[in-house]
């Protein structure tokens, strides 16, 4: 079987018009997905070069002459379970910058390039002080971004009209603003011209995003399957979610030069990004948080199997359509929408996302996911969301540790594993202590959640019948009755 190339594959190449720091699955199944549907579909005619943005030894797609094979699977709008496949052929080559950094700089002098995408990870937007205009290349992706800014400002003389797009996806808030001022640092820290600097933040628009998709990556446990239907071998083929959904914070040329008028991908160009965070970390980021307590403790171990038990999908409806979103700022018909595609994503056949995975951290991911909620739903109802300070009770309890004589492996900052163990003994001698305790940590939740009236009868009264009777159980009496 052969291994999927240009000379065997009916297919077309593009003018390079995007330079992307990041060769990565995410930004193989979403960015350049996306692309590649645009070039395909419409004149967008922009082909991509990658650029390895570490100093790594693993295999170049360079060897497959840039294609790969994207395959999305999930739950449509339909409700139908579907696999779609998709030959990338936007990625024209790659550049590994550590050995081919005249390369890496060359581009920087094609008039035809419009757009810089990046996914260098969290850490990867980052100010390094120890870093110069003359390293080969500099080691930080700011400092990159900056060496290849003023080799292009000074090849086309301060031209302003080769400046560019600058769509930075690394999951940080903000991250166009952040990544903007580390580069004018680096400007200034390097002493770089003055009509540099104007030409950096007047020429060019960085824009911040929030990016929106479950990549699975190299599928090792079907790939021969997989390969045996499509034909061909695939060393970078690429699985993700049915589900995607790109914001970018920009102006409004942006719907323009991305052809969403011709073609309308679930790309929205906005003025602010933080009703979109605050959507996905409330209902999509704030549903995961909620579940896990409560279905771990009756045995539940993936997120699929939530969405397939009806007392757990009522809970998990429950939460979000009648505690968080109505607490939300964007449009109801809107979360609604974007809640019920959450829903599918969780019931999609294609992933198994273990509960487990998502406990890290648990404690802190309540503050920042659920806690804005519950404290707006009480000023706003003068009363304690039931599932909110449900998924709370049912947290205390996890932290203790066990599910009957099972351990339950815990993964948190060891200052909150030893209060909890310390807090042991009064599982069993005295749960409203524990939870005032628990509550009275303000060094965690940022004030002290005692004070929230009603909050601690309620949420000791629930831990106590969780202690005695489950979680399903209760639940059960709730929605079945």
């Not at 001022?181 to 770089?192: I, K, P, R, S, T």
């Not at 933080?274 to 771990?296: D, Q, S, W």
């Not at 999908?313 to 939460?319: A, N, T």
């Not at 351990?407 to 599982?427: Q, S």
């Given at each position: 079987?052969?291994?999927?190339?240009?000379?065997?594959?009916?297919?077309?190449?593009?003018?390079?018009?995007?330079?992307?720091?990041?060769?990565?699955?995410?930004?193989?199944?979403?960015?350049?997905?996306?692309?590649?549907?645009?070039?395909?579909?419409?004149?967008?005619?922009?082909?991509?070069?990658?650029?390895?943005?570490?100093?790594?030894?693993?295999?170049?797609?360079?060897?497959?002459?840039?294609?790969?094979?994207?395959?999305?699977?999930?739950?449509?709008?339909?409700?139908?379970?579907?696999?779609?496949?998709?030959?990338?052929?936007?990625?024209?080559?790659?550049?590994?910058?550590?050995?081919?950094?005249?390369?890496?700089?060359?581009?920087?002098?094609?008039?035809?390039?419009?757009?810089?995408?990046?996914?260098?990870?969290?850490?990867?937007?980052?100010?390094?002080?120890?870093?110069?205009l003359e390293d080969t290349p500099a080691s930080s992706f700011?400092?990159?971004?900056?060496?290849?800014?003023?080799?292009?400002?000074?090849?086309?003389?301060?031209?302003?009209?080769?400046?560019?797009?600058?769509?930075?996806?690394?999951?940080?808030?903000?991250?166009?603003?952040?990544?903007?001022?580390?580069?004018?640092?680096?400007?200034?820290?390097?002493?770089?011209?003055?009509?540099?600097?104007?030409?950096?933040?007047?020429?060019?628009?960085?824009?911040?995003?929030?990016?929106?998709?479950?990549?699975?990556?190299?599928?090792?446990?079907?790939?021969?399957?997989?390969?045996?239907?499509?034909?061909?071998?695939?060393?970078?083929?690429?699985?993700?979610?049915?589900?995607?959904?790109?914001?970018?914070?920009?102006?409004?040329?942006?719907?323009?030069?991305?052809?969403?008028?011709?073609?309308?991908?679930?790309?929205?160009?906005?003025?602010?990004?933080?009703?979109?965070?605050?959507?996905?970390?409330?209902?999509?980021?704030?549903?995961?948080?909620?579940?896990?307590?409560?279905?771990?403790?009756?045995g539940v171990r993936t997120v699929r199997d939530v969405t397939?038990?009806?007392?757990?999908?009522?809970?998990?409806?429950?939460?979000?359509?009648?505690?968080?979103?109505?607490?939300?700022?964007?449009?109801?018909?809107?979360?609604?929408?974007?809640?019920?595609?959450?829903?599918?994503?969780?019931?999609?056949?294609?992933?198994?996302?273990?509960?487990?995975?998502?406990?890290?951290?648990?404690?802190?991911?309540?503050?920042?996911?659920?806690?804005?909620?519950?404290?707006?739903?009480?000023?706003?109802?003068?009363?304690?969301?039931?599932?909110?300070?449900?998924?709370?009770?049912?947290?205390?309890?996890?932290?203790?540790?066990?599910?009957?004589?099972?351990?339950?492996?815990?993964?948190?900052?060891?200052?909150?594993?030893?209060?909890?163990?310390?807090?042991?003994?009064?599982?069993?001698?005295?749960?409203?202590?524990?939870?005032?305790?628990?509550?009275?940590?303000?060094?965690?939740?940022?004030?002290?959640?005692?004070?929230?009236?009603?909050?601690?009868?309620?949420?000791?009264?629930?831990?106590?019948?969780?202690?005695?009777?489950?979680?399903?159980?209760?639940?059960?009496?709730?929605?079945?009755?």
């Amino acid at each position: 079987m052969d291994y999927l190339n240009r000379q065997s594959m009916a297919n077309k190449q593009y003018p390079e018009r995007i330079l992307q720091f990041g060769e990565g699955n995410f930004l193989r199944a979403f960015i350049d997905w996306m692309v590649d549907q645009l070039n395909e579909k419409t004149d967008f005619n922009s082909g991509i070069t990658l650029v390895r943005p570490i100093d790594s030894s693993h295999p170049s797609i360079n060897q497959q002459n840039g294609l790969y094979t994207a395959i999305t699977r999930g739950i449509n709008e339909q409700k139908q379970s579907v696999s779609n496949i998709r030959i990338i052929n936007s990625v024209n080559r790659e550049i590994l910058i550590y050995s081919e950094y005249d390369k890496f700089l060359k581009c920087a002098e094609n008039p035809e390039l419009q757009w810089i995408f990046s996914n260098t990870t969290e850490a990867g937007i980052v100010y390094k002080h120890d870093v110069r205009l003359e390293d080969t290349p500099a080691s930080s992706f700011p400092a990159k971004l900056t060496q290849f800014l003023f080799h292009r400002f000074q090849h086309f003389n301060g031209d302003s009209s080769k400046g560019l797009f600058i769509i930075p996806c690394e999951l940080i808030d903000y991250n166009g603003d952040k990544l903007q001022e580390f580069v004018n640092q680096h400007a200034q820290d390097w002493q770089l011209p003055a009509d540099f600097i104007a030409w950096l933040n007047s020429s060019n628009t960085f824009c911040s995003t929030l990016v929106d998709r479950i990549v699975t990556g190299y599928p090792k446990n079907e790939i021969e399957k997989l390969e045996k239907e499509l034909g061909y071998k695939d060393d970078f083929l690429v699985t993700a979610e049915y589900f995607y959904l790109f914001v970018i914070q920009g102006p409004k040329i942006l719907e323009q030069k991305l052809k969403l008028n011709e073609l309308p991908l679930n790309i929205k160009v906005v003025d602010d990004i933080k009703p979109y965070k605050e959507r996905k970390v409330a209902i999509l980021n704030g549903a995961h948080t909620a579940m896990v307590p409560v279905a771990y403790l009756a045995g539940v171990r993936t997120v699929r199997d939530v969405t397939t038990n009806p007392i757990f999908l009522s809970f998990i409806k429950d939460l979000i359509d009648n505690e968080v979103i109505p607490v939300l700022s964007q449009s109801p018909s809107e979360l609604m929408a974007f809640a019920s595609a959450v829903i599918d994503r969780f019931n999609n056949p294609y992933i198994e996302h273990e509960l487990l995975s998502i406990s890290l951290n648990s404690l802190t991911k309540f503050k920042t996911r659920l806690l804005p909620q519950l404290i707006s739903y009480v000023k706003q109802y003068n009363k304690i969301p039931y599932c909110i300070s449900f998924s709370l009770a049912a947290l205390i309890v996890f932290y203790r540790g066990k599910q009957g004589e099972q351990l339950i492996p815990l993964n948190d900052d060891d200052y909150l594993l030893e209060r909890f163990k310390a807090w042991n003994e009064l599982y069993d001698s005295n749960v409203k202590q524990l939870t005032e305790n628990v509550l009275a940590m303000s060094d965690l939740w940022g004030l002290n959640l005692n004070e929230i009236p009603q909050l601690q009868d309620d949420v000791s009264q629930k831990i106590t019948d969780i202690l005695n009777s489950g979680t399903e159980i209760m639940l059960r009496k709730k929605y079945i009755g």
